[in-house]
């Protein structure tokens, strides 16, 4: 069921929902967080209402889709209420902010949040610079943002230097998978001691540099993030969307470890003489949203990543002229910052 309302005010989005509550007997009761969703004009919204319908099969939530339109002069909010099959186990809010109202969408957020429920903010395509600091990021719990779809190509780099707990991009949860397999790898004898590193994908794809970030951080070895010429979104014989992590190489003191996408939905990898293909494709959007509502804690392995994205070598970027210049501060501060917000504890992700 869909309810238009345009032309609105809060309280009578409010009065509405109240009215529904009474007639069909809808309950919030079994809400467990508030999701509110900032989007553009300009943003896919099907897919982002989509990817919270499927959401909400494991997390139902009030979902509150904010979105912008700076274009108009004219101050007015026009809302749609999703119920039923069109909101999956969620209530979907979406609220179309015209003219100045843009600039106040936490107070047209507020009196909709949940009571004592946890509230997460997402940014699908364009995340704020420093999410804590946002407005509509004060007053959530969990910052979820998106460097892959962010119009700034260093997005994912410059969050280093924001970081707060409860920070968290969707670049990390496309890689939670290949993360698993890469442990299980190592699992395998001959258990030798790595010396080195390299991961190559897509120069626009931000999962490739924090999953070099987290070898980094983890291994304690030199790490090469390579470029591998593919699009953002690589795509194999068929047309079908592959994982961004194109390939990646362990050095050992004798048997090295790699693993290379074989397909959309295959990877191959090879230890020794050993070589082996699994399944492994590239995650959904529903499926990382999903994820990262799965985890409302901490993710202090996230920040750990972002941590040692400063110890990444990236040929691709040069090692003189401006580009240094534009980092070595910046990687400099943060490693000589207060590290306590990264070493309380490590995630159980």
């Not at 969408?105 to 704020?128: C, F, I, M, N, Q």
């Not at 804590?132 to 979820?144: F, N, P």
């Not at 943002?145 to 190509?153: H, Q, Y």
């Not at 003489?273 to 999903?290: M, N, P, Q, S």
Request: hydrophobic letters at 35%; a negative charge.
């Amino acid at each position: 069921m869909i309810i238009d309302l345009p032309n609105t005010k809060t309280h009578d989005v409010i009065r509405r929902l109240r009215e529904i509550r009474d007639e069909r007997g809808q309950l919030t009761s079994g809400r467990v967080l508030t999701l509110i969703v900032v989007a553009t004009g300009e943003d896919d919204l099907d897919s982002i209402i989509a990817a919270t319908h499927q959401a909400s099969r494991e997390h139902p939530a009030r979902v509150l889709v904010l979105v912008t339109h700076r274009t108009s002069a004219e101050a007015r909010l026009d809302a749609e209420i999703r119920l039923g099959g069109d909101a999956g186990a969620s209530e979907i809010i979406v609220m179309h902010l015209y003219g100045e109202l843009s600039a106040h969408r936490d107070s047209v957020v507020t009196p909709l949040l949940l009571p004592d429920t946890p509230v997460v903010a997402w940014w699908p395509t364009h995340g704020p610079r420093n999410p804590s600091t946002d407005r509509i990021g004060s007053l959530a719990t969990r910052r979820i943002t998106d460097s892959l779809f962010d119009d700034d190509p260093d997005a994912l780099y410059r969050r280093r230097m924001t970081y707060a707990r409860g920070d968290s991009d969707m670049a990390w949860s496309r890689i939670t998978l290949w993360r698993g397999l890469l442990a299980s790898l190592l699992d395998q004898p001959p258990h030798e001691d790595i010396l080195a590193a390299e991961v190559s994908g897509p120069l626009d794809d931000p999962s490739v540099d924090i999953a070099a970030g987290w070898l980094a951080d983890r291994l304690d070895v030199p790490v090469t993030r390579k470029v591998s010429g593919s699009p953002a979104v690589p795509l194999d014989g068929n047309g079908n969307e592959c994982l961004g992590l194109e390939s990646i190489v362990l050095r050992r003191t004798d048997t090295d470890v790699r693993v290379a996408v074989a397909s959309a939905h295959t990877v191959e990898f090879t230890v020794g003489d050993i070589t082996r293909k699994v399944t492994l494709g590239r995650r959904e959007l529903y499926e990382c949203l999903a994820e990262e509502l799965r985890h409302l804690d901490v993710d202090y392995a996230f920040g750990h990543a972002l941590r040692g994205l400063a110890r990444v070598s990236r040929p691709h970027r040069g090692r003189s002229g401006t580009d240094r210049n534009r980092y070595d501060s910046r990687d400099q501060w943060f490693v000589d910052r207060d590290d306590s917000q990264f070493d309380v504890q490590e995630s159980l992700r």
